[in-house]
Structures are given as structure tokens and as C-alpha cells.
């Protein structure tokens, strides 16, 4: 400070010869904001470089991309019901009667300077935000990178996506077009089969009876503001803690969990994270250029007393549609009262089910394995076999239910009964989440004992040669130390023990149920089961020493 | 005249009379439609050669299921009362004779000429009457109202063929097909006919001009010529093929770039 003050002071001695502009507009800045002191602290931040630590980015950025567009939006969108009979640019809609909402949508897509392009934007950026965010979720989920320091960073991220779908469907809700009307009607069906407040819930979102004419303008300010201003703020709550916990990093030379070995967020860093921003929206708006999205024109505007096939969510939302869609139709009547279960189960008990499944899953793995420490060193997704079946089967889980929200499409593409989908889906439901668990696993366990393999004996060559006896042999090369040291870098943690029944005097200690079920879990997780006991120093040697004898 | 009056309670007497009426009606009937008539005749015996020749066709193609008198079988409905334009629509889109039993008849191509299909349809009509063969100004889109049929459309007909016509699934393995590329007679035809598990809209329930306005719309947005100012409309299915697209371009085309731009690092440089 006291060194710019006085090259201040000796440059205006001088007179003539002015520090640079720029110089200049950093001093100013500084005096007011203290840039220079937040600069030092953090210019030479370091990240690590790898693609899929790059996802998070892609997500990032297309959430800029849509709050940029959306605004863009919100300068024609009239976030109203009221009836109009259309007289725009579009001919096949002339004389249609249709609300504020679609009719100020079609001018958009049709009278607006780039509105059908901003519009494309928008709607492929929200769906490529939330593949992202999902993506992003799953890289951090398989190695592990939700562990201590990160958990509270993990459930700011899962809300994220939870908010990011809401904020996705009241979007995909506002043009008031045939598509998005018959899924607010689908909202709706479930908000009323809430027992006993459901009709109240009901009435009170849309104002009285379905559609009614607030439903827009409420979706409007939810999606516009309530939602987006949520996230924003989870959103730099997130990026600080990135910055705060520092980033993970795969195994390494050199890498360790003190440490992160990667570039400075200045120049390096920043430079290719604005040129990857760039490329983010090139590949997005040459998407929204060529391929169309939502063409509502088509699509009609919405009225109660009609309906399309092919009605179905974006992809965020399939999932619920597809429990909705392969749940038998249950209901009881009781007392003058139905309860539908057909749609209460799936999208008030399942729904929320499958998310909160993967929001938790950090708090339950650190419960089991009674970890305190910070881990900054990523897993690779096989040394952690247990977690790794476990992501996979709900991910299989999810997909399933995807399948079943577009059963008709598997029909007609795949000339297929869509009965026979929708028992397969509801089979598959309970099953193939298991199948998946119990492959995943034996996949990561053969790829640890191939790891053990390449440590204790190399890596095999393909070289084959005969020795003098006639036995073909296969040449075996010794890994480098590097790749030694990767390979065996990380921890195995071993079962928890609760000790015996019964204490030195004979008397039956007391162990509380949770802490049975805490040491069975453990055993399966990190028991002779769940993983390979990675190469110790000892075999290695033992190997190296006795190698003189093939 | 006192002998004709005294005739006039005989019982024949009413009998006489009706035959005179008849001869006037008859005379008088000639004497204005005298071409008519000659037409008429040979109208008469051009249908009925048709509806000959028509039959020959039918025992070839069309009887081993539907019965050698178009009574229906355990393989196929009777076809007393379907009408022309049921036989027009049917054999005209290839669906039959139909190649195999199965959940649905599906489109294939179509081996008859027009003549003989006009033929077939004749001799069915023969049959028992049902809707004839719409003529061309019936389903002409030109001059028909676009917006009036693409509300119509959405009520009636997008629960199944999906907003533009794109198709849908049904149960069991049926299924709602394309309109893309149907001829606008056949789409017309189906609308009066019913086919398969389309249920059918007469005249009444569906005017006439509805359904020309119905094809015009359907014409205008789902043909070669239909614009799709959105560009590429990836089947025109709707938010799944958007999602899948999404995921499999859109993220895809991300992670190439992410592995791209992560693979071009500052290096240190190595000594």
C-alpha cells in the first residue's frame, strides 16, 4: 500500500511521465476495494486440470447463458391469460383464440428480432444445465469428492438440480401451449392427491378451479425471480466453498491431500475457463441454430378439453412421469374420500424418494465408515467398489423410470407393446438396481485385482518368448515408480469391529442396534467381499527379489 | 261415362287406377329425363361390369379371410356396409390384402392400380351401402382453413397421431401411424371409415368442410413441404427426443470440448 502511495507521490514529482492506464485504474481501485491484497491472496490459486472437473463448468455457464437469454425474454413475454384472438406473423394460427401467454410467445418466435433463436438458446441451455448439473453430480459422487470437508457443498449442489428442475418445469410452463398446459394439469393431478389438503393446495396455487387465469403470472415471478434468485445465491455459496476447500485431485506423484498441483487461476486457469465459456455457448447456440426446440407454434394453445400423445416432461421431470405412468391405477374409497394412490405413491412418496436417496448418501457413507479426516485426493471410482455399485444402480435406477416416461416412443421406434414396457419398466423398477449393484461391483473388484496384478508384476508386454525347455512365457515390464505410486495411493479402510458380546467379567456388553447395523454395512463395504487388499511394500519386494527366477 | 261411374266401387277399380298413375308418372319421367335415362343405363352397365370384375379381384386377393361373399370369417370382418371408401383406403395404402395377423395392419405398397381398386370397391359397395369415395373437392386444402383444422386436430385426433400427425402408441402393440406422407384422399377416407382402431367420424359428427379443414392442416405441417422455421425437428416428437438429443449432442459435444481444451494445458516445461 505504502509502496503505491509512494510511487504515486514520486510519480507525480516527476510530473511528465505517468504510470500506465491500467496501472492507474488498479491503484484507484484498490484504494476503494482492496483488490491488490484479495489478488495476492488468490491470483495464484491452483486448480487441477482434468476434463471431468470441467463438467461443473459446462454447468456453470450454461446457467449464465440462460439468465443472459432469459432476460432477453422477459422484455416480450407477457406473463398473461387473458383471452386474445391471434393476427400475427404465423398464417396457420390466424383466428385463433389462445391467452397473452402463447400469443406473445408466437410473436417472440415469430415477430421478435432473434427471439426464436433466444428462445432455442434458452430452452437447449436449460436442458444441457441440468444434463450438466446431473453429469457434474456424478463425477463428484463416483470419486468421492462429496467426502469431508465437502458434504454441506454436496447438498448445496443436489438442491441446485432440485431447484434447477422446478425452475425448469415452471419455464417450460409459462408459454400456455397444449404440451406445457397437459403437464401443469399433471401437477396438478398430483398436488390433489395429497390427502385432505390437496384440493386446498390446489386451489390455492391456480386460484380457484384448474386453469383458472393466475396460474402464468404466478409461474412467472416463481420462475423469473423466487426460483433463479435462490439459486443464484446457492450458486456462489457453492463457488465459495470450491474456492475455500481448494479442488480435489486424482492420485499422483507429488499429489497429496496437503497439497493441489495444478495451474494458477491467473493467467492460466482464467484464460481457459473464459475460452471454454465461449465454447460452451458456441456449441449451444449452433444447437439452438440448427435443431429446433418446443416449436410451440404447432403445438396449439392450451385449452382443458384437449390433448396430444407425445405429452411428456423435458427430460428433468421424465423420471416422475415415468413412475406415474407405469404405477397401476390404486386408489381407496373411503367415507365419500378418494385417495389416489396410482399418483400419490409415485410423485409424492417415490419422487422425492429417489432424490433425497442420492442427496444423503455422503452423510450415510461417513456415518459407516467413521471417517473424521479431510480428504482431498479424488478416488478412482473401482478402489471404492461398494459406493461406485451403489451410484451405478441408482443411476440405472433413474434411467428405468425414464424409460418408462417415454414408453410410447420405445413403442413406436421399437414396434414393441407398450404394455409389455410398462411391466417391464415396473420389474425392472426393483430389479435391475441390484442386478446393476452386484455387476458394478464385481467389475470394480476385478479391476482392483488387475491393478494388484500390474503392481506385483508388471504389465504385460504381449511379448511372448520360449525358453530353452519349450515353455512360452509372457514378458512382463515393471511399472515406473509413478505409476507404482498411483496405482496404490489410496486408503482401505478396514471393517469396523463392535468387539466382543460380552465384556472381561462375562456380562453381555449392550450394543445398540445402530451399531450393529453400522458394522454389518462396514463389513460389506470394506469386508473380503467389497474390496481387494491393494499390494503391500512387503509383496512387492518378496516378488522384485524372487523375479531372478523365471 | 255412366259405365266407368257405375265401375267406380269395384274392387279393381283402385287397382286401375294406380296403374294409370304409375304409366303417367313413368310417361312423364321420360318424356323430361330422356338422356338421363340413356346414361343412367350405361352407367348402370359400366357399374355392374366394374362390380364384376370386382369380384374376380376379391375372390383372388381379398376372400380367404374376409369369406367368398364379403361375409367375414374368423380371419377377417364382414364387409357388408364398409362402403368404397373403405376398400379405396385400405387397398390404396398397401394395408390390404394384409401380408400377416398381427397387433395392427400395417401400411405397405400398394400393388393395385386405381381401376382395380375402383373395381374392388365397387363390387364391396355392392354389398351393403356405406360411404362412397370422396371426390377431389371434398379433400382439397387448398382454400380450406388452416387454424379452423388445427383446432379441430387437437380436439379429435392429436390424443393418438401427437400434435402434426407424427404417430403415437396405442395399447397391446397398436399404434396411431404418420400422416406424413399420406395421400390427402386416404387421410379423408379414414376419417369417414374408421380403420382399424381409429374410430370413425361421419358426416355428421364431422362435417364435410371439418374435414377438409382437418387435412389442410395437417398438409401444412406435417409434409415435405411444411416449413419448420425452429430448424432440424428431430421427429417432431416432443420433449423425449429433445431430452435424448440433449444429452447425447448437446452434453456429448460438452465433454469433447472439456476433454479438448483440458488436453491443450500450459505444460512446465521439462528440462
Partial sequence: MSTATEAHGSAAAEGKKKAPAGERVADWADGRLGIYSLAKANMRKIFPDHWSFMLGEVALYSFIIIILTGVYLTLFFHPSMNEVEYHGAYTPMHGVRMSEAYASTLDISFDVRGGLLVRQIHHWAALIFLAAMFVHMMRVFFTGAFRKPREVNWVFGFLLFALGMFTGFTGYSLPDD?????????????????????????????????????????????????????????????????????????????????????????????????????????VIAAIAALFSINPIWVLGPYR???????????????????????????????????????????????????????????????????????????????????????????????????????????????????????????????????????????????????????VLHGRETGTIKRLPHGEFVEIHEPLSQEQLHTLTAHDQYQPVEIGPRTDENGVERKISRGQKLRARLSKGYYGESGQIPKPTREEYREIESSHGHH | MKKLSARRRHPLAALVVLLFALAATGGLYTAFAPAGEAKAEKQESSKSLAIEEGKKLYATGCSSCHGT??????????????????????????????????????????????DEINQLAAYVA??????????????????????????????????????????????????????????????????????????????????????????AYVKEVNSDKSESPGGFKLGGFGPVSEGMFAWIFGLGAMIAVAVWVAARTAKAKKS
Fill in chain 1, 178 to 282: 397444449l404440451l406445457s398446459g397437459t403437464g401443469v394439469r399433471f401437477m396438478e393431478g398430483a398436488i390433489l392427491s395429497v390427502p385432505i389438503v390437496g384440493t386446498y393446495l390446489s386451489m390455492f396455487l391456480f386460484g380457484g378451479e384448474f386453469p383458472g387465469d393466475d396460474f402464468v403470472a404466478r409461474f412467472y415471478s416463481i420462475h423469473i425471480l423466487l426460483l433463479p434468485g435462490i439459486m443464484l445465491g446457492l450458486l456462489v455459496a457453492h463457488l465459495i466453498l470450491v474456492f475455500y476447500h481448494k479442488h480435489t485431485q486424482f492420485a499422483g506423484p507429488g499429489r497429496k491431500n496437503t497439497n493441489v498441483v495444478g495451474m494458477p487461476l491467473l493467467p492460466v486457469y482464467m484464460a481457459k475457463a473464459g475460452g471454454f465459456f465461449f465454447l460452451v455457448f458456441g
Fill in chain 1, 304 to 454: 382443458p378439453d384437449q390433448v396430444s400423445t407425445n405429452a411428456q416432461p423435458d427430460w428433468y421431470m421424465g423420471f416422475s412421469e415415468g413412475l406415474v405412468r407405469v404405477m397401476p391405477g390404486w386408489e381407496i374409497n373411503a367415507w365419500g374420500h378418494t385417495l389416489v394412490l396410482g399418483v400419490f405413491i409415485p410423485v409424492m412418496i417415490i419422487f422425492p424418494l429417489v432424490l433425497v436417496t442420492i442427496a444423503l448418501y455422503p452423510f450415510i457413507e461417513a456415518w459407516v465408515t467413521g471417517d473424521k479426516r479431510e480428504h482431498h485426493i479424488a478416488d478412482r471410482p473401482r478402489n471404492a467398489p461398494t459406493r461406485t455399485a451403489f451410484g451405478a444402480a441408482w443411476i440405472s435406477w433413474y434411467f428405468v423410470c425414464l424409460v418408462g416416461g417415454g414408453n410410447d416412443l420405445w413403442a413406436t421406434h421399437f414396434h414393441l407393446s407398450i404394455n409389455a414396457i410398462t411391466w417391464f419398466v415396473r420389474v425392472a423398477f426393483f430389479v435391475l438396481p441390484v442386478l446393476v449393484f452386484i455387476i458394478t461391483r464385481r467389475v470394480c473388484l476385478g479391476l482392483q485385482r488387475k491393478d494388484r496384478e500390474k
Fill in chain 2, 69 to 114: 361373399g364379403g361375409q367375414g370369417t374368423s380371419d377377417g370382418p364382414s364387409l357388408v356396409g364398409v362402403g368404397a371408401a373403405a376398400v379405396d383406403f385400405q387397398v390404396g395404402t398397401g394395408r390390404m390384402p394384409a401380408q400377416q395377423p398381427g397387433a395392427q395392419v400395417p401400411r405397405k405398397k400398394n400393388i393395385y392400380s386405381q
Fill in chain 2, 126 to 215: 355392392s354389398l351393403g351401402s356405406g360411404p362412397s369415395q370422396p371426390t377431389k373437392e371434398m379433400y382439397d386444402p387448398s382454400g380450406a382453413d388452416v387454424a379452423r383444422g388445427g383446432e379441430l386436430f387437437r380436439t379429435n385426433c392429436s390424443q393418438c397421431h401427437n400434435f402434426t400427425g407424427e404417430g403415437g402408441a396405442l395399447t397391446h402393440g397398436k399404434f396411431a401411424p404418420d400422416l406424413g406422407d399420406v395421400d390427402e384422399k386416404h387421410i379423408y377416407e379414414a376419417m369417414q371409415t374408421g380403420p382399424q382402431n381409429m374410430p370413425s367420424f361421419t358426416d355428421g359428427a364431422l362435417p364435410e368442410k371439418d374435414k377438409r379443414d382437418i387435412v
